[in-house]
Each structure stands twice: as structure tokens, then as C-alpha cells.
């Protein structure tokens, strides 16, 4: 097993991609195959930092008053602050941790098995704050207001989504420029927005019009500055505390020596997508795997003293099961993050992608699993099962916690779409990657079939087979539709191819992953690795089918006649599709039910 640190987001010359070979064919086992894992010095710097991490996690911070309250208290923000949990990844000299990302990681996710809304400061601090832009080759007075706030320990984020959607090209909000254009002045709304409640400098994204277009451009906006508002915390329906707000721009004057242009960020185009990427991942990633592993835990605790008839509810077929699922899964999401966190002489960039996803649904599929096993007991609230004696397991919060981690960083169907987009581009459009020359992959695949044997074996043959099939249905899009337009035109077709990388991708990871640490076969994980495969196998059927489908006539004259109103009315029924009132209404205010 191959030992490593390296930061998924150093800036270097692109290497080769496991996700683009993918893409064009081909499973680099040869690349896979010495698994990557965390070196022994950097492990005992994280197992350091969690440990005492830990400790004010548990004595500080109330996660369950937190989301009865929906504040996080000004005190733990503080103390995070103070602690430089908002700055892990800066190096030392710039005023920060110099954490690695796999330890950054893992304080995030130790955060997130109490308190998700802590994990959302941290992972939008850490990933989306002013410390992630040090590492781009930035000089002059930007790079010294960004230093000069991380080294104060102020929050940080970035502002960018709008009420029209954050699917838009461009940004509603406009930057015009004043005096001589030394300033910008920054007009519109920001919705979404993580840290805002609590943030001193905000990166917002902009329209500038410009004689060549409209231009996209960042600011780094101070949030005391005149005319920038933060219209309240945004309340969910889970991650309550969380310091998410709304930001309105009224006339905010910002230095042009704040600005990042659209030259500079096409310039610096690899290094926003690292950024970008490695954000969302810390912002998404590290709670979708705490909640995976604090289900496995509640499961045991649940099955393990429940009896059906007296027989204990572990001895039946269905609960093993769904308990097993759950621990294979868990296995596979902790798989990825290995190999696109850890791993070394390759371009992780695209990996990040895949993970989002997969993490994210995987820990909704063991949430709702887990929901399944306890029953009315996991649907209850950890406060009514503490006044009946029973032990107050926090499924619930989890579980509507959980669920916006499919929409944070983007709605899950539609990272898939603009992925696969982004894929096809590379590999089959423009052509900009170069399929690498080809390696020992053959061999490799055979020697981590043979270490592994039995149905694992047949899992590498494969995903080596499935490789070549993707391919296939790529150059046949992109054959058919030779405008890339015309063919991204087949949304639900690209957002599927990518969701077969995703399979084939997670399932290369558990099986390489299992091949280097358990070559033996002693410890159980060949097991996990079959149960994922196989279960993913059933998945990749599903998704090969909908290639297939044929229904897209269908589904735009159905769409058309309901959105128009013209059809289908009555299967509305009787239900009362008023919206009943909300926000302030005063029945709601003096707590008044009539």
C-alpha cells in the first residue's frame, strides 16, 4: 500500500485522470492498484487534532439545542475562531494550521457526528474561505487583504448563489465600475449563503459588462462595508444553527484591487476548478461519511437489544441483510475519499465530482435504511425517546440534517449533468485530455482479481468490461450529435453516463483498496467489497436501461400539458393546494393553534 499526504488541491501541471481514462475506455488499475493511505506522521498529527477536537466538541458544544434553538451560540463560533477551525489548511506563515486535507477532513467530520451545523461552518470556512485563495499565485494588495484576514481568524465564504438559481450562467447581481474604474459597485441579492450570518469578508461573484461581453468577475467584500446587508439567517428543515443567510448588495463600493477579473479567473482557470472542487467536497463529503458511520453505530445499538418473539432481530435474513448493505457502502464512500484524497502521480480533479454524489446519496440510502430498522423509534425525536426512558439515538436530526446534503454544492442530478458535461467535453468534444499511453492495466486488474478470487474476481472483469461500454455509448452521443450543444441537449443521457462512471469508479476503489490492505483475505473486507459490487452491479443495470428508455417525447408532452394547465387537473383530487400562511402570521408569533 502506497503511503501519502499529498494535498488534492497543489497546483501542478495536470497528470493523468482516472476519471478521463475512464471516460475514453479504459480502468488504470495500474494506477489504482497501490492503494494510497495516510502516512504515518501526518495520521498522528490527525489523531492529535481529533482528540483534542473531540474534547471541545463534547464540552462546548449542545448539538440538540442548537437545532431546538436554530442559532448556533456566539461562543462556540468564537472558540472556533480562536482554534483556527476555520483555517486548517492555511500554511503556518500565512496565520494558519497547516493541516493536510485528509486531517482537515477528518476534523470536519468529527464535527459533523455532533453538530452538522459546526461542520457547515467549517467546511465553507475551510473550503470556500479567504485561506483557499492563498494557495493561488495571487500578489499585491488582494493577497495581502486575504492574509491580513485569515491571520485575524475572521469567517470567511462565498457568496454566489441567486434567487434565479444556481444554474445560470451568469450572475444577476452587477458590478459597475466608478472612478476611473479604481471601484466597483456591487447591486443585487445572494441567497444561500454559508457564514453570512457570521462572516466579515464575503467573495461575490458578479456580471461585469465589459466591450467584449458580459464577464464574470469574484470581489472580496468586507461585510461592515456600506450598503451590504445580511437580511437574516435562512432556516431549513434540517441544519438548524447553521449561520446560512441572505445578502443584499445596495451600492457596495469595492476597490478594484479586490477584484478577481474574468481574465485573472481564466488565467487561473485550474486553480479555481481545484478550489471549487476541494470546497465542495469539504463542505459535502466529510458529514455525508459522519452520518453513514453514526447509522452503522445506532443499528448495532438498536438491533442489538430488540427481540422479535424472542429471537434476537440480528438472527433474521433481511435485518443482516440491510445491516450489511449499510456497512458495505460505508466501506465503499470511505474508499473514495481515500483514493481522491490521499492519492499521488495522478489528477484527482474530476474524482472530486464523483464523490460529491456518491457520498451524499450513499448516506441518504444508509439513512433511510437505518430509518427502516428503528422504525417509529428512528422517526421519533431524540427528546421524546429520552422522556420515555429510552435511549435518545438522534436519527431524526440526522435525517433532516442529512437530506441538503444532495442540494449543497449543487443538486445532485445536476452536478451529474454539468460533470458528465465537463467529461464529454474533455474526452470526446475539444479533446483536451489525452488519453495517457497505456499502462500495465491488464496486468494489474489480473493480479487484483487473482489476490482477491472468488465473485471479487469477477467484479474487476467487470468494471474492465464496463469501461469499454461507457466508452462506447460516449462516442456514439457524441458521433450522433457531432454540435456538443445538440447533445448535451440529452441531459438525462449525460447526467447517466456520469452516473455510470460514478459506479464503476467507487466500485475500482473497493476493489483495489481491499486487494492492498486485506491480500490475505482475514479481515472481512473481501466481503464488503462483494456486497457493494454486487449491489452497485444492480444499480448499473437501472442506469444502462435508461439510456434506452425512449421516453423523451413522452416526458416533454406530459410536462407541457401540466405546466400548461392543460391536462390531468384531476388528479389534484381534493387536496388543498392553498399555501397556508407562514413567517409572520400572528397566530404563529403568540403560539396560538385555532
Known amino acids: ?44 498529527t ?49 496565520g494558519g494550521r497547516g493541516l493536510s486535507p485528509y486531517n482537515t477532513f477528518r476534523l470536519i467530520e468529527a464535527a459533523a457526528s455532533w453538530s452538522l451545523p459546526v461542520a457547515n461552518v467549517m467546511g465553507i470556512g475551510n473550503g470556500f474561505g479567504a485561506g483557499a485563495y492563498l494557495k493561488m499565485p495571487l500578489d499585491g494588495p488582494l493577497r ?42 456591487l447591486n443585487g441579492e445572494k441567497v444561500f449563503i454559508g457564514n453570512a450570518v457570521i462572516a466579515d469578508l464575503l467573495d461575490v461573484t458578479a456580471t461585469v459588462h465589459t466591450d467584449e461581453g458580459p464577464q464574470s468577475a469574484s470581489f472580496f467584500v468586507d461585510t461592515a462595508s456600506p450598503g451590504l446587508h445580511v437580511a437574516g439567517q435562512q432556516d431549513f428543515m434540517g441544519l438548524g444553527g447553521a449561520p446560512i443567510g441572505r445578502v443584499i448588495l445596495d451600492d457596495v463600493e469595492v476597490p478594484a484591487s479586490r477584484m478577481l477579473t474574468g ?27 459522519a452520518v453513514s458511520r453514526l447509522c452503522l453505530e445506532w443499528s448495532r445499538a438498536f438491533t442489538n437489544r430488540r427481540t422479535i418473539d424472542g429471537r434476537p432481530l440480528g438472527s433474521f435474513p433481511e435485518i443482516q441483510r440491510m445491516v450489511a448493505l449499510s456497512v458495505a457502502e460505508t466501506y465503499a464512500v470511505e474508499s473514495l475519499v481515500r483514493w481522491t484524497l490521499l492519492s499521488g502521480g495522478t489528477d484527482p480533479l474530476h474524482e472530486h465530482a464523483v464523490l460529491k454524489n456518491v457520498a451524499s446519496e450513499t448516506c441518504w440510502r444508509v439513512l433511510e435504511r437505518t430509518m427502516g430498522l428503528l422504525g417509529g423509534e428512528g422517526y421519533e425525536t431524540a427528546a421524546s425517546k429520552a422522556r420515555r426512558g429510552v435511549q435518545p439515538l438522534p436519527l431524526e436530526r440526522f435525517h433532516r440534517d442529512a437530506r441538503g ?12 449533468l454539468l460533470a458528465g458535461q465537463i467529461r464529454l467535453t474533455d474526452c470526446y468534444y475539444e479533446r483536451t485530455y489525452r488519453q495517457a499511453p497505456p499502462g500495465d492495466e491488464a496486468e494489474a486488474g489480473r493480479r487484483i482479481a487473482e489476490t482477491l478470487g472468488g465473485p471479487c474476481a469477477g467484479h474487476v472483469a467487470h468494471v474492465t468490461a464496463q469501461a469499454a461500454e461507457l466508452a462506447r455509448a460516449c462516442r456514439e452521443l457524441t458521433e450522433r450529435h457531432p454540435d456538443r450543444a445538440d447533445g448535451f441537449r440529452e441531459q438525462h443521457t449525460v447526467l447517466t453516463l456520469h452516473g455510470i462512471a460514478n459506479e464503476l469508479l467507487t466500485m475500482g476503489a473497493v476493489l483495489a483498496r481491499s486487494a492492498a490492505e486485506d491480500p490475505t ?27 434506452d428508455e425512449g421516453c423523451a417525447e413522452q416526458y416533454a408532452g406530459v410536462a407541457a400539458r401540466w405546466l400548461g394547465g392543460h391536462a390531468h387537473e384531476e388528479l389534484l383530487g381534493d387536496a388543498l393546494t392553498a399555501v397556508p400562511p407562514a413567517g409572520n402570521h400572528p397566530h404563529h408569533q403568540q403560539g396560538v393553534h385555532s
Open 263 to 289: 481574465g485573472d479567473l481564466g488565467r487561473l482557470a485550474r486553480e479555481v476548478k481545484e478550489f471549487i472542487y476541494l470546497a465542495r467536497t469539504m463542505s459535502v463529503v466529510p458529514p455525508s461519511l
Open 405 to 416: 446534503l444532495r442540494i449543497s454544492g449543487g443538486v445532485d442530478y445536476l452536478v451529474d
Open 521 to 547: 483475505g482475514t479481515s472481512g473486507t473481501r466481503e464488503l467489497a462483494d456486497i457493494h459490487c454486487a449491489a452497485a452491479r444492480r444499480r448499473l443495470t437501472g442506469l444502462w436501461e435508461q439510456l
Open 1 to 44: 500500500m502506497k503511503n501519502s499526504s499529498t494535498s488534492s488541491a497543489a497546483t501542478s501541471a495536470p497528470a493523468v485522470s482516472l476519471s478521463n481514462e475512464l471516460f475514453l475506455g479504459t480502468f488504470r488499475w495500474d494506477l489504482i492498484a497501490a492503494f494510497p493511505g495516510q502516512d504515518e506522521a501526518d495520521r498522528r
Open 46 to 94: 490527525g489523531d492529535e487534532a481529533v482528540a483534542e477536537f473531540t474534547r471541545f466538541l463534547y464540552e462546548r458544544v449542545d448539538p440538540t439545542g442548537t437545532d431546538h434553538a436554530r442559532e448556533l451560540s456566539k461562543a462556540v463560533v468564537e472558540e472556533l475562531r480562536d482554534r483556527g477551525c476555520l483555517r486548517l489548511m492555511v500554511a503556518r506563515e500565512d
Open 144 to 185: 495581502d487583504v486575504l492574509r491580513a484576514h485569515v491571520a485575524a481568524g475572521n469567517v470567511s465564504g462565498r457568496a454566489d448563489t441567486e434567487p434565479a438559481g444556481a444554474g445560470n450562467s451568469r450572475q444577476t447581481t452587477v458590478a459597475t465600475p466608478v472612478d476611473g474604474g479604481r471601484a466597483y459597485r
